[in-house]
Structure formats: structure tokens, C-alpha cells
């Protein structure tokens, strides 16, 4: 199936603004979006057109067709006193308004009583490189949406008071992941995590310590690996044959098998010897247990089609 108006598509991608990698999808989660509605910049939409399972390339994308040019007037001086005392320059801070958006900014200089700070996108002005390759492609009806990391524009909520977490509502946040001690994943400033609570888009157990959360709430969670990616399965270790991989498989590394149904699953590489490879279908986090650190940044009601496809929407590179 190619990717067409509609579709559903999993795809793994680098991201390298000026011979630096600013972001790429995590082993085993790779980057989901409906295809046509503007959840990927138009750049990277135009070229997936058409473009099917397994197929691997390279796109620039301008300015124009990505986060737009930075504009100086976005740059504006506000007064310390509307900040916390512990400003630092070059962190990413938040602001909600009139309309009840979630605006990230960036703080450029601390002057006196004066406070530089940026809101144009972190990556506005600059020339985008991705290296992708499409995992899956699918019908909506067919799709059971993975963890989703969100694009960097905010995501509205309404006005008329605090609204919590609950059933049916899209929720933004930052959050650390942190195991055996280890950072293991965090999410970038300016980029938080988008998702549709109670539609199981991210792991059952932060999910529940989610509910009933209101904007602002910070809190710590800790998850066992039963509400988490599930014990490990010694069952799940398996010797495949060398046959069924390119010359150069390399250990450690993820790669991906089709099954029968056609969903895309990721598996990692523990040995190589002989004909054979032997290989682990465990997620990399089974057995383990999850420290979270989570800031909740906005919360409003999903849209009747966000419900229908059981994930959340937004505007620009993602609704990981």
C-alpha cells in the first residue's frame, strides 16, 4: 500500500539541522501521523506522497515549508517580575493566552529589570535534512496508534477555567524518563507530548497517575513493568536465519519484521553467529521499572475526529 490521502503512517526519521541530529525517533517507536491533515510539515508530507513500506530517502525541507522564517518581532522584552526568579538563558518556558494556547518560548538575555525572549519555533529559519524510511502504511480502521511525541506548536485549551485530565481529553506535557538511575528519554523543549487519554496512546500506568491532573501539576511517577512495557519474555528470544538480513547486521542494533496482520514489529539484534542471528522481540523497557518526572502543559477536549482515529491531532511535525 502506498501512502495516499488518509492513510496511516509509522515511519523512523533523523533530523540534522546544520550536520547536527536535533531529533530522530526512538528504537521501537517510531513516528505515527494521518497523512493529508497537516500533522508533518508540508514538506515532509509532499515527499512521503506516494512513497510505500520499506522505502528509504533523504529530504530538505526549506523554511517555507517547514517552521517558517524567524521573525524579529517575535522577540520581545518583558519584565523580570512576570518570571520565575530562577530564569535561565537559553531554557524553555511557557505562557498561556487570551485564547487559552500554550506558547512556548525561549529565554535569549536577562538585562536588569528586563527579560529578552523569543517566540518564534526553535528550528524557525533554519533548512531541515531528514533520512527516513517508511515502516507501515495502513486504513485508519486498521490502525492502533502507538506513543505519540507531539509537534512543537501547542495545543489549545479552551477558556473558562482549568480543565483536568480525564476521558476523551488531549493532554500536553513535558516529562524525564529515567531507569536504573539512567536518563533514558525526555521530551525536547518547545516539543511536549501530545496525546488522547483513556485511548491507551501511552503506557497504562502514567496514564493512571495522569487522571484528574490539572494544567501546572508536576509530579513524579514510578512504574512497575506490569503497568508498564510488560515483563520480559525469555520466549520472545528467538534464532532467525542470517538469510533474512542484509550483509552488514550489526549488534545491538533494532530492525523491524512485518507480521501477518501487517502491523510493524520492532525487534533488536544479540548475536550473530553462523547462519543464524539470534534476536529479542522484547520491548527494550520490558522487566523495567519506570521513574517519570511530568509537567502537565495543556488540556483540552479532543475533536470528533481526534475520537474517531483514537489519537490526537495538531498542526505541524507530529502528533507523536
Do not use: C, W
Amino acid at each position: 500500500m502506498k501512502i495516499t490521502q488518509g492513510s496511516l503512517v509509522e515511519l523512523d526519521y533523523t533530523l540534522t539541522v546544520r550536520g547536527e541530529v536535533i531529533d530522530q525517533s526512538a528504537p521501537g517507536e517510531p513516528l505515527s501521523f494521518l497523512f493529508g491533515q497537516g500533522d508533518i510539515i508540508p514538506g515532509l508530507e509532499r515527499a512521503l506522497e506516494g512513497k510505500a513500506v520499506g522505502d528509504q530517502f533523504q529530504v530538505t525541507v526549506l523554511p517555507a515549508d517547514a517552521y517558517g522564517e524567524h521573525d524579529p518581532e517575535s522577540v520581545l522584552a518583558l519584565p523580570r517580575t512576570e518570571l520565575d526568579e530562577d530564569i535561565e538563558v537559553g531554557a524553555t518556558y511557557y505562557t498561556q493566552v487570551q485564547d487559552g494556547s500554550v506558547m512556548p518560548f525561549t529565554v535569549v538575555a536577562l538585562e536588569g529589570d528586563k527579560v529578552t525572549v523569543d517566540f518564534n519555533s526553535p528550528l524557525a529559519g533554519e533548512t531541515l535534512h531528514f533520512d527516513v524510511k517508511v515502516l507501515r502504511v495502513s486504513d485508519p480502521a486498521h490502525f492502533t496508534p502507538p506513543v505519540q511525541a507531539s509537534s512543537q506548536r501547542p495545543v489549545p485549551q479552551p477558556t473558562g477555567g482549568t480543565m483536568n485530565v480525564a476521558q476523551d481529553k488531549v493532554v500536553d506535557l513535558d516529562y524525564k524518563l529515567t531507569v536504573s538511575g539512567e536518563l533514558i528519554d525526555q521530551s525536547e523543549p518547545g516539543e511536549p507530548l501530545t496525546y488522547l487519554h483513556g485511548h491507551s496512546n501511552i503506557i497504562p500506568g502514567l496514564e493512571r497517575a495522569l487522571e484528574g491532573k490539572a494544567v501546572g501539576d508536576s509530579l513524579q511517577v514510578t512504574v512497575q513493568p506490569e503497568d508498564g512495557y510488560g515483563p520480559r519474555d525469555e520466549e520472545a528470544i528467538e534464532d532467525l536465519s542470517r538469510e533474512d538480513f542484509d550483509d552488514d547486521i550489526e549488534v545491538g542494533a533494532t530492525y523491524y519484521a512485518q507480521s501477518e496482520d501487517g502491523s510493524v514489529i520492532p525487534f533488536t539484534v544479540l548475536a550473530v553467529g553462523g547462519d543464524q542471528v539470534k534476536v529479542d522481540f522484547n520491548p527494550p523497557l520490558a522487566g523495567q521499572t519506570l521513574h517519570f518526572d511530568v509537567k502537565v502543559l495543556a488540556v483540552r477536549d479532543a475533536t470528533a475526529e481526534e475520537l474517531e482515529h483514537g489519537h490526537a491531532h495538531s498542526d505541524d511535525m507530529h502528533d507523536h
